[in-house]
Structure formats: structure tokens, C-alpha cells
């Protein structure tokens, strides 16, 4: 370890590294004008990295160059129980691969600590309405994951350096803010002890959320936080810092949601993609971190890599109000101010682009119908088509039947908004004041309230809010990531035949991040996102037909009663926060949480696999046609793809319907239809998992057509060289059983929405070799990299449609495999003619080069594992 810079920490018996001297050291007056992102790493740089590279790494920070990689050590990963249990699956099989190959299986251990949160497993089957909807769901939780949580129950006990906190306890978002962030670590080396900022990735994509800490926290698919885990670097290019200065307050009335659906909006326009950003200035200094946390949540819907804000006294306040300990507190600050932390040593630094954006311009907002950054402000709304034919609507009602654009589904869920309670004692209020009104739930809409923590629970009844809540069906269903993840379990069967006999246009309202269609529920065919009151008020309404604005829910005291009437103050909402959030109930919480449980230790360092699991299942990762050589010779196109496909279309994660291809196999696997559970838990069982590829039903691949030439809707792939149109699980079925290669041809933003690893694990699996496309999202090019997948990227003004493909075509891939190097894609039209296309490849550093060439993350740790063994030995 470098000790050049190591300093005592002035106050404590701790020592520090000191980045600022470092930075001096080679360019006087630098460190003043670095942005908080750049002090972060380097200080990582000067703890962590080789001595040998750490003037050179330093300097591209400084010079706010982009010419080499440097190493980012994060302190810890956080996981959710999908991809964290995914993640340990493929652990769990790379030590059966290494025992196959007489290696010490017991050896491979994550190196950094891992912390894994079971909190994405839960549906909504029972909504609010039900008083014990929250047994009900736990109970049909656990009985349909026996297989996940028996196999993730093991990886506690099997593995060194993983914690796990069992469902039905929070979010990975909001305990990682609420209580395991500590901002600042302090750990022990050989020389003592020292403190440092804390740091992070985390298996989901909203993993910024803590970065409204100042804790850089970075999502990454599951690959990239195998390669974390397994103690390597995550090796970087020095990102765009983006300076947000805020200026301003919001209006009366206005959330944080409302608030952040205008920044995504503004943020999309300035094309932040990729970017880390830095909220300062006025603005930012009066927003409580639960309005930062709103902010920094929504982070990949903007597009950024990051969304920071400076520690300061809202931090200091907050770690108060959430029951850290006095010492962590004042190591916070200490360390802060000592080091370059503190948002007063910020105000000299200096950004390659300042946006400056005016929370006193944010009004009342929706996001929607399908992207979360197509604001909507609720004043707008029948102009925008939105609102309207309310008439109609009610005559519908009054006839008993279901009026056009139900809301069939209203949730309040857990990461962007339940993390604020200011949001939530507001749907508190507005539900009291609405209760008070005689005002109840259409019975079509299924209601929920899902809390990201159990905390949430305390206040609201601390507040006397819980029941008015609960007397409007936004009873508490889950402590979980639910409907915004597509949990949001099944509609009455009576609703659902309404539905299908009418073919009515029916949506969903969420106060959540996400709204692609499809995802939140297989018959709500749009969705819009809102904050909680909304979301609370919608379901009043029942249709997104009515002007939420101007339209009265019901006539009282011969006057109609308007949003207005029912909307809490400024001044209620603070009161009610002020009397009712108080430390005691953190430490109620999470101080039994986090109790150290007595180390236990697995029977075997080897995993028993269970054969007839739909859920755990040894990958095949090292074996079979995955082991072979990837040519990219003689590639035939398993889809051709407009722009913004999503992860949900590589790889959805919501409810498995009978007639898709995973629910057909689950029935042959003796599974009853009820217990088919949702694509994202069986993603440990590689056989389900491969099923769910490109099984969205709101794809549109364009090598299927109808008679019209129009791109025809649904699953569905077309099998070359015979032209034969099928569903795509028989599609890659049949390429399979042939060998094969396949690529995928895609237009601009390809792989943008949740971080999922199945999206490129499942490409792979089908024999895909390379994706060329217009551009790339950060986290899933990554992950086709994890795989072994190549990323290849069209050059300006050229894409599938200048080319005129049309999915008969085979494909090679020439050209020497360097960072970004231009490559030929040489394309074999079927009438005889080549055309030869330079593209750029999207391996970006020597990193990435080496993980694609050895065929992927674990396989090259595979390699190096037993090399490094066999030259121990």
C-alpha cells in the first residue's frame, strides 16, 4: 500500500489519505478547482492504486484528460435478490468449475463486502384494500422462492464477506441511505486504521440513489459487480462532470416528484447520458436529502452515471434524524472538512459544463404514457389528449361498467418517493382530508403501498395517517420493489375479462421511475408516473380520462370538490413531519436488522444443486458451445431493432403468462400457473431464464412483417435462410440446435432502462456473437462485454436502414480488437454483393479488451484463478 500521503485525522485516532496534497504536488492550485466527483477518486487513486500509476492517473484527473484508464476500488457492493443471487449463482459455479479443474473451490470469495437486500421478489397479489394483504403476499412470497431462498439462505454461511437481510425488511435503495452508507468508512490495514469516503456499486441501476450522500454509487449489472466483488478494479476513463447548479425553491404545493420529473425532462433534452453530475448552488443547499435522494434516484431516467451532492449540514442533520451514532457524525463532518469534502471547499471548483435549471419554475407533473422523461404538467393535460370524454366516463360508471382509461392499477412504491416522507405524509394528508370528503377507491383499481422501509410504517402511524390511507386501499402490501418493477401481481378476474371483452384502453398510476410499456402490468397498456398525492387522487378519479386539475371528484355543501380542495399545505406537511419522524424509529428498526449473527459456516464450500429447480440451476457458462471460439464468421441476424429497445424488451422481468415459452416449460416442469412467479426470479435457472429473451410481447423486430410491409408486434423472430416466421424462443431454439452465430442489429440507445444481466446472458446463450447499433447504454454494453458479447457501433450517418438490411444477410467481423478500434463489418447480401462498413468497436479500454477476449468476466477469472494457483504452487 502507497503511505506517502498518509496523515493523522486531526480529532480522532484515525489516519487519512490526503488527495489534496497529492494533487498539489504535481499541479499547484489544482485541487480548488476540482469537482467533488474528481477529489473522490482521487483519493481512491492515492489509497488504492499501484505507486507506480499514481501520478499518471492523477494527472487525468487534473488535466481533465481522457487518454488512459484508471483503477476505481469501490468500498462494498449492495444487491438486490435478483441480480445479487444471479451474481452468486455464477460464483457458486465458478467453484464447481474450479474443483472440476482441482482447484481449492472454498478460495473464491467475494473480496470486498457484499451486501445483498431480498426485496425483489414480491408481487402484489393482495392490494391495500385487504387488512392483511402484507401476511398474504410474505406467505405466497416465500412459498413460491423455497428453491431462491434456500440457495441464497446457503451463500450467507458459504461465503466470506456477504450479509444478507431477508425479505420483508426494505429496499436496497432506501436501507442503503437510511443505515449502511456510513459516508465515510473506516477500515483497518496493516499500519492502523483510516477513514475514507465511502463508495459503491450496486445491482441496480437506481443504486444513485445514496449518491445524495456525497457517496459516489454507481449501478452496474451483475457481471461488472462480479468483477468488483472478485477484487478487481473497475477500470475507468475519467467521465464527464456535469455541474446542475440549482437555483430557487419550489412553489407551494410542488413535491420532489414533481421536481425531478421536470429535471429527467430537462436533463434528457441536455444530454447528460453517461455523465456524472453534481447538483450545487442555492437550490440544491435548501433541499432535505429526501429531496436529493428523489433527484439522485431517478439518475439512469436522465441517463447519468451519477447524481451527487456535496456533504454539508443537510447530511449532518440527516445521519441525526436517522440514528447514526454522535462518533460517525462528527467523523463525517471532521473528515469532510479535513480533506476537501465539505460543500464550502467546493465552491472554487470548476466544471467542463455548468446547467443551470430554477426549481421555482416546476409545476404540478405526470411523466408519461411510456417514458419517465416525457413530462406532463398536470395543468396540461386535455390539451395533450391526456384528459377528457370525463363525461362519458361517468356515464359508463354509472352503467356499471368500466370507463376508457381505467386506472387499473395505483401504487405507491418504494425507491423514488417512500425514501421522502414529505412525499408520503402528503398522501396521508390528501387521503385524510378526501376521507373526511366521503371520498373512496374506484373498485377497479387495485391500490398499494409498498414502503422502500419499515420506518415508513412507524411515522405514518406516529402520525395518525396510516388509517386514512388504509381507508382509501393504500393499506401497507409489501416492504419491497413492486409494481414499478412489474410486480404488481394479478388483476380480479372479473376486471381482467372486462378488459380483454371491451378491449379497453385501461393504464396504471405509480409514484415510481419507470413506465415503459408493458412493464407494469400486461394489461395496463400505458402507465404514467406521479408523486404519491397523485398517485392517492388518481385512484379517487379511477380514470386518467379525468383533468386532475379542474374536474371535481364529488359534489359537497352544493360546491364540486377539486384537487385543490383535498391538496395538503407547506406548512401541514412540515408540522406532521416535525412531530412524527424521530431517530428512535430508525434504530427500532435496523438496529435488530444489522445485529451480527453468529458466524456460521455451509457444510461444503460446493453448492448441492437442486436437478428439478426453476430457479437454481448450475450455470453453463464453461461448458458447451459457450467454451468454443467465437469467429464472427457466417452470422445470421436474430433481429433487426429500431431505436430504444430496453432491457425489458431483451429481457422483461414481469409476470410469466401460460402461453409464453417460459410459462409453457414451467408447466411441463409440474409448476402450477399460480406459483409461475415473475421472469426476474427465475433468473438463477439459466433453463427459464433463456425463454424470457426478446419475450416481450411490445417488440417490434423488423425482419417480421405484415402483408402491408408494416413491422408486425410481438415475440416473434425470423429463421434464415428459409424465411420462416416463429415465435423467437423457436427461433433461437433452431439456431441453436445448428451452431449457429448469430448478431443483432439494433438503432440508437440499444439496452437503455434497468441494469439486467439476463439481457446479455440471454443473448449470449442463443449463440449471439456481436450487436452492432447506433449507441449503447453504459451499463448494459458493459454486461454484453461480462458475457463475451461484441459491441459495435455504427459510424454517423450510417445505420440498418441506409444500408436497406433486411435481416437475409450473413455477417463477419474483421479488424484487429483494440480500445475503440475501427473494425469492418463485412455484410454478404443474399444476391452475391458485399458491402464492407467501418464501425467503431465499443470495447473502451485494455480492460474491457482482455474480459471479451478471455470470453467473459468469469471465465477469465477462471484463468486466472488456477494460473495464479498453479504459480503459488
Known sequence: MNTRYRKSLSGTSLDYFDARAAVEALRPGAWATLPYTARVHAENIVRKADPAIIDAC??????????????????????????????????????????????????VNPVVPVQLIVDHSLAVECGGYDPDAFAKNRAIEDRRNEDRFHFIDWTRTAFDNVDVIPAGNGIMHQINLEKMSPVIQVQDDKHGKVAFPDTCVGTDSHTPHVDALGVIAVGVGGLEA???????????????????????????????????????????????????????????????IGDRATISNMCPEYGATAALFYIDRQTIDYLKLTGRSAEQVRLVETYAKTAG????????????????????????????P?????????????????????????EQEAAGLMPDGAVIIAAITSCTNTSNPRNVIAAGLLAR??????????????????????????????????????????GIVAFACTTCNGMSGALDPKIQQEIVDRDLYTTAVLSGNRNFDGRIHPYAKQAFLASPPLVVAYAIAGTIRFDIEQDWFTISAGQGVRLKDIWPSDEEIDA????????????????????????????????????????????PYWEGALAGERTLRGMRPLALL??????????????????????????????????????????????????????????????VRNADGSVRQGSLARVEPEGSVMRMWEAIETYMNRRQPLIIVAGADYGQGSSRDWAAKGVR????????????????????????????????????????????????????????????????????ETVRVPVTSRLDSDEEVSIYEAGGVLQRFAKDFLEGTAEAS
Not at 452 to 464: P, Q, R, T
Not at 600 to 613: F, I, M, V
Not at 673 to 689: C, I, K, P, V, W
Request: proline share 6%; net charge neutral; aromatic share 8%.
Open 370 to 394: 411510456s417514458n419517465p422523461h416525457r413530462r406532463l404538467p398536470t395543468s396540461q393535460l386535455a390539451e395533450r389528449g391526456i384528459a377528457g370524454n370525463l363525461r362519458e366516463a361517468r
Open 58 to 107: 492523477l494527472l487525468q484527473l487534473i488535466d481533465r484528460k481522457r487518454e488512459r484508464d484508471f483503477p476505481w476500488f469501490p468500498a462494498r457492493v449492495v444487491c438486490h435478490d435478483i441480480l445479487g443471487q444471479t451474481a452468486l449463482v455464477d460464483l457458486a459455479g465458478l467453484r464447481d468449475a474450479i474443483a472440476d479443474q482441482g482447484g481449492d473451490p472454498a478460495a
Open 642 to 703: 429500431p431505436d430504444n429497445i430496453t432491457t425489458d424488451h431483451l429481457s422483461p422481468s414481469n409476470a410469466i403468462l401460460p402461453d409464453s415459452a417460459a410459462g409453457e416449460y414451467l408447466a411441463k416442469m409440474g409448476l402450477p400457473e399460480e406459483d409461475f412467479n415473475s421472469y426476474a426470479t427465475h433468473r438463477g435457472d439459466h433453463l427459464t431464464a433463456q425463454r424470457a429473451t426478446f419475450a416481450n410481447p411490445k417488440l417490434f423486430n423488423e425482419m
Open 433 to 474: 382530508k378526501a376521507r373526511k370528503l366521503g371520498l373512496k377507491r374506484k373498485p377497479w383499481v387495485k391500490t398499494s403501498l409498498a414502503p422502500g422501509s419499515k420506518v415508513v410504517e412507524l411515522y405514518l402511524k406516529e402520525a395518525g395517517l396510516l388509517e386514512d390511507l388504509e381507508a382509501l386501499g393504500f
Open 341 to 368: 469534502f465539505w460543500a464550502d471547499a467546493l465552491e472554487t471548483a470548476q466544471y467542463e459544463r455548468v446547467l443551470r435549471f430554477d426549481l421555482s419554475t416546476v409545476v404540478r407533473n405526470l411523466a408519461g
Open 765 to 832: 446463450l442463443a449463440g449471439v456473437e456481436a450487436i452492432v447499433a447506433e449507441g449503447f447504454e453504459r451499463i448494459h454494453r458493459t454486461n454484453l462485454i461480462g458475457m463475451g458479447v461484441l459491441p459495435l457501433e455504427f459510424k454517423p450517418g450510417t445505420d440498418r436502414n441506409t444500408l436497406g438490411l433486411d435481416g437475409t444477410e450473413v455477417y463477419d467481423v474483421v479488424g484487429e480488437r483494440a480500445p475503440r478500434a475501427d473494425l469492418t463489418l463485412v455484410i454478404h447480401r443474399r444476391n452475391g
Open 576 to 619: 406532521v413531519l416535525a412531530q412524527a419522524v424521530k431517530p428512535a424509529q430508525f434504530n427500532q428498526v435496523y438496529v435488530p436488522m444489522f445485529e451480527k449473527r453468529a458466524a456460521e459456516r455451509a457444510a461444503s464450500p460446493l453448492y448441492d444443486w437442486r436437478p428439478q429447480s426453476t430457479y437454481i440451476r448450475r450455470p
Open 226 to 288: 462480479e468483477n468488483v466483488m472478485l477484487g478487481r478494479a473497475s477500470m475507468m476513463r475519467l467521465p464527464d462532470i456535469v455541474g446542475v447548479e440549482l437555483s430557487g425553491r419550489p412553489q407551494p404545493g410542488i413535491t420532489a416528484t414533481d421536481v425531478v420529473l421536470a429535471l429527467t425532462e430537462f436533463l434528457r433534452r441536455e444530454k447528460v447520458v453517461g455523465a456524472c453530475l453534481e447538483f450545487y448552488g442555492e437550490g440544491a443547499a435548501a433541499l432535505t
